[in-house]
């Protein structure tokens, strides 16, 4: 079930990352780097941090000190259009569904292609088949309100990846689901994200979600970083 990704994998990293909220200090001098293709897990507890890393990696948080790079490049030396350009390689599976109730399945799913210009035809047609993929086939004229928890996050799953990118963040997947759900889904990222970096960020590692790195993050710093290379 592995979706061909249109962009080219490349290193993502953070050097010396802070990022503040006022006196609110989410990361405070984070540096860690993510090879192309690479998986990991990033557990700690609300307020870790882990959010916030994921926003920086994708270019939508912006440090308040330090940098991002892509490829080598510092994200905030890129201009606009470049800089959303290249975050088309990102695909985001949010920890609420983040689904828009007012669209069926299907146009929540082909909305990312239509903001990049995919025609309505193509697109409907890459939405359809990730639905297919992701067991959401029976659902595609169905609202948010009229789907199950674990059909959520399919959705939102289908909607992370029909645009084919090169990187998966996904924050907080499970949260809110039963067990059976939660292995569910586990099976499904595991699944489309061969191939891809996958970053997970979790409260705790799960058996579910065998990844062969997990970084932690405490009160904001990098606190255990196992399996890095």
Known sequence: MTVPSDQAA???????VTVRFGAVEALREISLGVEPGEQLVVTGQ???????????LAGLQRPTSGTVTWAGDDVAGLSVDERRRRQSAFGMVFQSDALFDS?????????????????????????EDVLRRVGLDAAMTKRPEELSGGMKKRAGVARAIVAQPAVLLADDPFAGLDPVTERSIAELLLEVSRGRTLIAA???????????????????RLARDEGGR
């Open 46 to 56: 609300a307020a870790a941090g882990k959010t916030t890393w994921l926003k920086c």
């Open 202 to 220: 979790l409260p705790d590692p799960v058996e579910s979600l065998p990844l062969p790195r997990v970084v932690r993050f405490e009160e904001g």
């Open 103 to 127: 669209l069926t399945v299907l146009d929540n799913v082909l909305l990312p292609l239509l903001k990049r210009g995919v025609s309505r035809e193509e697109a409907r047609s890459r939405a």
């Open 10 to 16: 490349v290193r993502i990293a953070c050097e010396a």
